[in-house]
């Protein structure tokens, strides 16, 4: 594929359908050289008509899209509540959707419902005419290439391997809160900002690290997980292992609202949407949420001295509260300096839109014959040469 013909396809996949006059004045080529990118695109079924666009005087011009053999990509979010899926293709557009929630369910148990969750949202549109490019899986462990620190490595891996065989597209992992943080940054809350950082607080703790539309994964993908912090620390009391995801989670969160919960307020939440929920009409529960703040505003302090994001993005079933942003804000003023912090816009859709965005720009980057570059993919020995378009 010709440089002229990459970016093309490129600039279609990332800014939508667009004329030959369009183009050329965005990537200003001459009229020649954009004849030639289209038609050697419109060769190989990656581009095609989409449409006539009639200027103000009257003339029309062909408004190009992405063709057939551009393909689509799958996002699986395999969480721990939910197994939820996304089929989009490369420009974005989604082609199909599935929730699946999940009780009382191991990892093994969720690992073997991920061939179910994708078979049915194929089923949902038409796919014999176009390829599937990716499939970007998304899962609350730290991910490494060699996927050491992976419980129920065991029974995944056989379903990676029976995914590629049935669909014959390279699937990615990835963890669940760079994938939240990675949607964020390109359609949520951090969207105008190059350095973001997106601190998941709920049932668990993690961080997801944006730096200029890339993730940072660390030296073995355990860049983020925050919940190894050592705490509590101090002269008479020695860190425990994963403390502060304990300490931060919505369980202890509960734990402590029941255990100082007056009997005039009747009877103490059951969930942390409820004890939010009363936070106008009950002194305790407002007294909660502000220590709560308090809490989330320290670990967020912790993360801004070590890397001086321009964004905090708090998300998560609890992080994603409004009533937590004034007290964190606060905290993080006080012990290093000003960050903006903001909510996500995307709640719990956030991690299958970032599993589904790591897909595209994956399968983007193997179209374009350029390097993808994903922390684990399956089978690792793909290359771009065999990616056929």
Known sequence: ??????????????????????????????????????????????????????????RTSVTYGLGPKAGFVIGVDCGTTHINAIARGLDGTTLGTVEMPLVDKSADERFLLIEDVVARLLSQFETRSTPLRAIAIALPNIISASLERMFGRETLIPVLEQLQATYGAPVLLENNVNCAALAEYHEGSAKQYSFAIYMQIGVKTGMGIVL????????????????????????HERPKWQQVETYMGSAALLERAA?????????????TSELFARV????????????????????????????????IVLGGGVGQNPQLLSGVRDVVKELCWPVEV??????????????????IDFAMARLLGEEGKTTFLYPSALTAGQISI
């Not at 200029?212 to 002269?235: M, N, Q, T, V, Y």
């Open 1 to 58: 594929m010709t440089e002229s013909a990459r970016a093309v396809l490129r600039t279609i996949a990332s800014s939508g359908p667009a004329t030959r006059p369009q183009l050329s004045a965005a990537l200003m080529f001459s009229k020649p050289t954009m004849s030639a990118a289209v038609s050697e695109l419109e060769r190989h079924d990656l581009l095609a008509p989409a449409g006539i666009n009639r200027g103000s005087v009257g």
């Open 212 to 235: 200029d539309g890339r993730l940072f994964r660390g030296f073995k993908g355990g860049a983020g997980e925050i919940g190894h912090l050592p705490f509590p620390w101090s002269e």
């Open 259 to 271: 255990a100082g919960w007056p009997e005039n307020e009747g009877a103490p939440p059951k969930s």
């Open 280 to 311: 106008e009409q009950s002194p305790t529960a407002r007294a909660i949420v502000e220590q709560h703040a308090r809490d989330v505003g320290n670990l967020a302090a912790a993360c801004v001295s070590v890397l001086d994001p321009q964004l």
């Open 342 to 359: 903001v909510n996500g816009q995307l709640s719990n859709q956030a991690t299958v839109l970032g599993a589904v965005r790591l897909a």
